[in-house]
C-alpha cells in the first residue's frame, strides 16, 4: 500500500477549518507542509516563523504549534492566502539620463546599461535631487 501525500493547501485547510481532522494527519504530511506554511505565515508572523525554521527545530511540532496558536479560529485569515503585488519600476527617460550625465562628467555613458541595471533606484533618487537644481 503507497502512502499518500498531502497538499499543503489541505493542511492549512485543517489547521484553520477541520480541526478534528487535523490530528489524523500524519508527521511526514506535516513535514511536507511545513516549508509553505510557514513561509505564508512568515508574512504575518515573521519573528515567530524565523524561530521555527531553524534546522533543529522538528518541523511536524513547527506546524502542531501553529495549529494551537490558532485553535480558536474556524477561517482561514483574510492575509493568508493574499498576494503580494510587484510595483512596475518605471523606466528611466532619456532626458533624465542626460541630466544624470550632465552632472556626473566622470562616469563614461557606455557604462550607463550597467548603473541602470544594478543601481536604478540609487540613480532614480539622485536624479530627483538633481532635477532640483536644473533651471
Given at each position: 500500500?503507497t ?74 485569515p ?50 530627483k ?7
Amino acid at each position: 500500500m503507497t502512502e499518500r501525500k498531502i497538499d499543503f493547501t489541505v493542511v492549512v485547510d485543517y489547521i484553520f477549518k477541520n480541526k478534528n481532522k487535523y490530528l489524523e494527519l500524519s508527521d511526514a504530511d506535516k513535514e511536507i507542509a511545513f516549508f509553505m506554511i510557514n513561509r505564508k505565515f512568515s508574512a504575518y508572523y515573521p519573528s515567530d516563523a524565523k524561530k521555527l525554521n531553524y534546522k533543529i527545530v522538528n518541523r511536524a511540532s513547527a506546524i502542531d504549534i501553529w495549529f494551537k496558536a490558532f485553535k480558536k479560529t474556524n477561517d482561514i485569515p483574510f492575509w493568508y492566502w493574499t498576494k503580494v503585488e510587484k510595483k512596475e519600476s518605471k523606466k528611466i527617460s532619456k532626458s533624465d539620463i542626460d541630466i544624470f550625465l550632465k552632472y556626473n562628467k566622470d562616469i563614461n555613458p557606455r557604462y550607463l546599461d550597467f548603473i541602470i541595471n544594478f543601481y536604478e533606484e540609487d540613480m532614480k533618487t539622485e536624479i530627483k535631487k538633481l532635477k532640483k537644481y536644473e533651471i
